[in-house]
């Protein structure tokens, strides 16, 4: 990103408060666990609230890893004073509320709360093919979550509902689109697949059986959007071609889409195109970031990350490659778009 951009983003950010503390006075992280319950099925959600902070005090890791590079954060500090926006987190098949918490870290100190729940079924915690099946949850997962974070007395007061955001990553971009009014299409997904069905959403839904069941398809396509959230960040999302076109054109608040250069995972012509060309025009902004990777969304790997995985999980060593220096770029330059965006919603 060339300084002139650089600039102009930061200024913009600066005039909205979300300035990073090097360039104007900013807070510290802090991190809090959360739970929240569906009140109809009882599914129980549990995770991580990131937020602004003013106290003092040393940061530590959530958990310790020989593989990744666990973000710090003042564990359960008194939130800063102040009202501020809110991002939704989404993570991937398998992933966890931790794979995106460098970027809620780095919103957390520009004055953002990020409310971050585990999908049941689809965690790297809980792989339980019943509850990854009722994959329609997923979005209201978010809703639910951002009620119980709402309703929480050490955050719900400084949320300021008039502003707020949604990201996902993988799995987690089909999440915020159905969040954002997309249907999935069970029929007409399931003819893409009889061509395609080693694609890897393809092989993903019918490991979990997803659209099997009768029983199962008016919850599957039925409406999951919350209209509470303004705008939608789609981190080279996956199962684009899950949905009813005409319900991705439908959709009627902004979408930032973030595609993967690299393509070393999944194709952007099905997936991250896809879906910018399916929206609206003039509520879509699709950048295709050259140098990124898939899981360049995820954490920092540490140095000796690959080799273990190679090592002990052969295979899952994907997820580390070029996962230090040239990941630490790609988060700034994610974080860069990311702050702009946001600032042209939340003016």
Request: glycine share 8%; hydrophobic share 45%.
């Amino acid at each position: 990103m060339n300084a002139t951009l650089h600039n102009l983003i930061l200024g913009t950010a600066i005039a909205l408060g979300l300035a990073a503390p090097a360039d104007a006075e900013g807070y510290s992280a802090a991190v809090a666990e959360f739970e929240a319950v569906h009140e109809d099925t009882g599914r129980t959600l549990a995770g991580h609230v990131w937020y602004p902070t003013r106290e003092d005090g040393t940061p530590q890791q959530l958990r310790g890893s020989a593989v990744w590079n666990v973000e710090s954060a003042l564990h359960g500090a008194r939130i800063a004073p102040g009202v501020f926006p809110v991002m939704l987190i989404s993570h991937g098949m398998y992933g966890n509320s931790l794979n995106q918490a460098w970027l809620a870290q780095a919103l957390a100190r520009e004055g953002v709360i990020s409310v971050m729940p585990n999908h049941p079924g689809t965690t790297s915690f809980d792989r339980d093919p019943d509850a990854a099946r009722q994959l329609w949850l997923r979005a209201t997962d978010l809703s639910v979550s951002l009620d119980a974070a709402s309703r929480d007395p050490r955050f719900g007061d400084h949320m300021d509902l008039t502003r707020v955001a949604a990201a996902g990553h993988s799995l987690g971009g089909y999440t915020m689109l159905s969040a954002a009014g997309a249907r999935h299409d069970a029929a007409g997904f399931a003819a893409k697949c009889q061509v395609v069905p080693d694609r890897p959403d393809c092989a993903a839904l019918a490991m979990w059986r997803v659209g099997e069941a009768q029983a199962d398809l008016a919850l599957l396509e039925s409406d999951r959007s919350d209209p509470r959230i303004a705008t939608f960040i789609a981190l080279d999302p996956g199962g684009v071609q899950t949905f009813d076109p005409d319900s991705l054109a439908a959709i009627d608040r902004p979408v930032m889409v973030l595609g993967a250069g690299r393509q070393d995972m999944l194709d952007q012509d099905v997936e991250a195109r896809a879906l910018a060309a399916a929206m609206r025009p003039d509520l879509v902004t699709h950048i295709e970031i050259p140098g990124a990777g898939h899981f360049d969304f995820m954490g920092e790997c540490l140095e000796q990350g690959y080799a273990i995985l190679a090592r002990e999980e052969p295979g899952d060593e994907i997820v580390c490659e070029q996962g230090t220096t040239h990941r630490a770029a790609m988060h700034r330059e994610i974080l860069s778009i990311i702050r702009a965006h946001l600032a042209g919603v939340w003016h």
